[in-house]
Nanobody
Framework: QVQLVESGGGLVQPGGSLRLSCAAS????????MAWYRQAPGNQRELVAS???????NYADSVKGRATISRDNARYTVYLQMNNLKPDDTAVYYC??????????????WGQGTQVTVSS
């Protein structure tokens, strides 16, 4: 099992910034892709950004130029820096970790979610 602890959400004014963090612990062998998803009320969960163990990143079109995902492989921690926040960014943000174990099985783990509200 992998445990994920998220932090950094909250209330932000439009145009503001925030940084989300997610630390993984437990059975961390084989962690490769780390990502952030979000889900707004009435919407499906969507990918915000992902980063592979080698550093390759991928962003949703809606956040390109405003978001930066990074990771600290030594601490098994992934970060999401978001700038110029908009009300449409309001959602619960979830950390996701993909792991391949020693026998080649793939596992996905989710954090508990952290609320981000962009409002004046």
């Amino acid at each position: 099992q992998v445990q994920l602890v998220e932090s950094g959400g909250g209330l932000v004014q439009p145009g503001g910034s925030l940084r989300l963090s997610c630390a993984a612990s437990g059975n961390i062998f084989g962690i490769n892709i780390m990502a952030w998803y979000r889900q707004a009320p009435g919407n499906q969960r969507e990918l915000v950004a992902s980063i592979a163990s080698g550093g390759t990143t991928n962003y949703a079109d809606s956040v390109k130029g405003r978001a930066t995902i990074s990771r600290d492989n030594a601490r098994y921690t992934v970060y999401l820096q978001m700038n110029n926040l908009k009300p449409d960014d309001t959602a619960v943000y979830y950390c996701n970790v993909h792991r391949r174990d020693r026998v080649g099985l793939d596992w996905d783990y989710w954090g508990q979610g952290t609320q981000v509200t962009v409002s004046s």
